[in-house]
Structure formats: structure tokens, C-alpha cells
């Protein structure tokens, strides 16, 4: 399902003065994506979240799901929508077994119990509980306590999964798990998932898709891979590697870029294969490797050396390759 979300605001009634939650929000999630709505504390992202859920009401602006607005439907219409969206509580029931926490929906939905068994098997499989069936919340750790909200959340097959802060109280290797679940729910369930987070590094594990938000308003938003070569992105500086380097050390060379290089091919080969092919010299003076989900990323700043330095850039930059100025932010004038 498509959700669109234009010019969104939201108040709630404060002490004094009301308190703004949304300003203007605007942000489109596609199909099938893992969406993550990033930002600091109380910028507003579980409002919107909830927004985009329809378990909240925006004071003025639209959701539309697949292009229907849903600002007019009530009653069994409203709910009808809200139902193809799966909230992952986290609290559990203490006092059911893991399996009989994620029937629970189905129960309630009047499911038989043979195809009841039969969907709480499945949904066990993707939160990689299989075995666990028969245990208490209270036997289990938090991250797999976690793993058991997002099935029973997705037990009544939503077409969309919201999970606010997925992975709040939750650490290391566990919250890569709890990461992973909803990597899967999306990917093996074809659900579209929304997350909320204050931490780029969730983002840059598993959203496709982000909105940066802050006091309210959307700073920016779109696919992951598609802001990286934006200059000035937010997003992008929050999940590239960083690039701290002295401004005297960069005048030890020719010339100095800022790289972008995405997927194995460009990664691991476009830069040798440049310098080679145009007699040019490339210097690692900072930056690094990471990962977006499973596709590598590079930025790297590079001093060039070599009489067609630019012929070189260019090449790379027709293969892809986001090249730039560097730019100084106050921590390098100050180096
Ligand atoms: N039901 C409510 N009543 C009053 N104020 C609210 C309500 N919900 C949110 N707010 C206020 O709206 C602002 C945005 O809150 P929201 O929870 O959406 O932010 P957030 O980015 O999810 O924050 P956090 O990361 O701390 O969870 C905050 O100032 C918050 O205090």
C-alpha cells in the first residue's frame, strides 16, 4: 500500500500554550518499503507515526492510503483502514505462553483453531522462535520478547506494520534480531513497515526509505541510497562514515574530493580501475566503509594527484560515483 501524508499538522493542548506536534508534514511511503521516521527526542515521530497508522487524528492535512483519503471515513470504514495497519505492542500478556500471545488476534477475529495453529507456526518461523512456542514472556529476553510483539502485530496479516522505537530497551546483537524480524515481515510477508527511531544506525541497518524530522516539521525524506550523493543531506551525513580532516592536511595535495561510491562494483573496483586508466594518484585522507542494509557504501575523502585528475573524476562520476568539494564545517576550520 501507498501512504501519503500532506501537509499534516498536529497540536495537543499544553500547560499554557498548546504544543506543536506537526507542522506541514508531508512524506510519501511506497509499497513494500521499510520506512523509517528519524529524528530527535520529541520532534514529533511517534505523532506522525501514529498519524500515518490512523490512530491519531491530524488537525489539518491528509492521509491518503493508496490515494483514498482517509480523513472522511468513521465508523466501520475507519476501522476497516485501521485494521490493515498491525501496532507492535510491546507488552506482552505475562500469563500466556509466546504461542498464545500471537493467536491472540486471532482469536479474537474468530479464526479457527487449526488455521490459527497454523499461522502462529508461520509467524514463529519469521520471528525465529520456532522452538518457543510453549514459554512464558517471562522465560525469554527482551529482544525476544520483541520479536514476539512484531509477530503477534502481524498476525492478522496487515498489509502495514508500525512499530514505534522497535528497538528501545533492547541491545547489541538483540536489537539486530528484532531489526531483522522486520526486515522480514517486509520482505517475506510483503508488509510495508514503519519505524520510528532516534538512532541513524537503525536507519542505516534497515530502512530503504526515511523522513528526517525535526520540532515537528519533515527536514527531508526519500530513499536512503537516493540522498546519498545530495549535498548537504542530513541523512546522508547521519549514516555516511565521517569526514574529519584538517584543512592544512588537504593542502598537501593537488587537489582534494569528496567520494561517494555505492554497491560492490563501485566500491571495491572504480577507483583503482581510474587511477589505473588515467595515471592518477588517490590518497585516502579520510572516510570509510559501511553498509546500507546489505549494499556497501564508501565515502571517502581523497587527495588526487595526476595531470588528469579531472578526466578521472568525471569517469568515475558517469559510473555512478557521487563527487564532490570538500566542505568545511566548523570542527575542520578549527583543526
Ligand atoms: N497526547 C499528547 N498530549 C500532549 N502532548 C503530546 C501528546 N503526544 C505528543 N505530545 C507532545 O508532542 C511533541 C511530539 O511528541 P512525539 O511523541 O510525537 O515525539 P517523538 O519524536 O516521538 O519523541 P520521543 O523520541 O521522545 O518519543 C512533544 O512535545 C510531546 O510532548
Known sequence: MVITVENV???????????????????SVSAGSLFGILGPARSGKTTLARCVALRERPDRGVVRYDGMD???????????????????????RPERTVAGNVAAPLEH??????????????LLDVIGLSRSGARLPSELSPGQQRRVAVARALAT??????????????????????????DRARAELGATVVI???????????????????????????????????????????????LTTP???????????????????????????ASARFDV?????????????????ARFRLGVEGQRADA??????????HVSTPMYGLRDVAA
Open 281 to 297: 594518484d588517490f590518497t585516502t585522507i579520510g572516510g570509510g566503509l559501511t553498509r546500507l542494509g546489505d549494499t556497501p557504501v
Open 70 to 92: 482517509t480523513s472522511k471515513l468513521t465508523g466501520r470504514r475507519l476501522w476497516g483502514a485501521q485494521r490493515q495497519v498491525g501496532v507492535v505492542n510491546p507488552a506482552l
Open 196 to 242: 520510528t527511531t532516534r538512532d541513524a544506525d537503525v536507519a542505516r541497518r534497515v530502512c530503504d526509505e526515511v523522513a528526517l524530522l525535526d520540532r515537528g516539521t519533515v527536514v527531508e525524506s526519500g530513499t536512503l541510497l537516493g540522498l546519498l550523493g545530495k549535498p548537504g543531506s542530513q541523512l546522508a551525513e547521519a549514516v555516511l562514515p565521517p
Open 109 to 122: 477475529m474468530g479464526v479457527e483453531p487449526a488455521r490459527r495453529k497454523q499461522r502462529v507456526g508461520e
Open 9 to 27: 499538522s498536529k497540536s495537543f493542548p499544553g500547560t499554557t500554550a498548546p504544543v506543536v506536534a506537526l507542522r506541514d508534514a508531508t512524506l
Open 312 to 321: 578521472a573524476l568525471a569517469w568515475i562520476a558517469e559510473r555512478g560515483a
Open 247 to 273: 584543512r592544512a592536511h588537504l593542502a598537501t595535495y593537488d587537489r582534494a574530493v569528496d567520494v561517494v561510491l555505492v554497491g560492490f562494483a563501485a566500491v571495491g573496483a572504480l577507483l583503482p580501475e
Open 157 to 182: 496479516a496487515p498489509s502495514v506494520l508500525f512499530a514505534d522505537d522497535p528497538t528501545a530497551g533492547v541491545h547489541g546483537d538483540e536489537s539486530a534480531a528484532v531489526l531483522s524480524v522486520l
